[in-house]
């Protein structure tokens, strides 16, 4: 009974430490609740974006059975109002995101060739 009661001591104590170590969560998100109709407008853009990498990335692969890196997509740019677009691919997967830089809770959305876009934020 006493080495159960020593080890959930340790788990409680472990337990805090790491909940201790986090930072605290950003007061001033872009997006959220308090999101101003300018950062509304930043963030419906990057959503465009992410939707036009799912496309351009779909026709590509229709027509070549590959797909191909941002560089090689036609019109689509690597940062847009603020947001940086990064793509990786194997030629037969790939992933993105669309990463807000302005945003000090680092926003962002994300996808890979299934074409379900996801928005999130860093665990805190």
């Keep these: 009974m006493r080495k159960m009661g ?28 308090s999101e101003t109709a300018d950062q509304a407008a930043r963030r419906r853009a990057a959503l465009q974006m992410a939707r036009q990498v799912n496309t351009t990335e779909a026709q590509a692969n229709q027509q070549g059975h590959t797909y191909y890196a941002l560089s090689d997509l036609p019109g689509l ?7 940086k677009v990064q793509l990786s691919t194997d030629g037969g997967t790939y992933t993105f995101s669309v990463k807000d830089t302005l945003d000090p809770c680092r926003f962002a959305y994300f996808s890979d060739q299934e074409g379900v876009i996801y928005s999130g934020m860093p665990v805190r």
Excluded at 13 to 21: D, E, K, M, T, Y
Excluded at 77 to 83: D, L, P, R, T, V
Aim: aromatic share 6%; proline share 11%.
């Design 6 to 33: 020593i080890a959930a001591a340790l788990a409680g104590a472990i337990g805090f430490g790491a909940a201790a170590q986090q930072p605290p969560p950003e007061k001033n998100c872009l997006h959220g609740p």
């Design 77 to 83: 740019a690597s940062e847009i109002n603020g947001f």
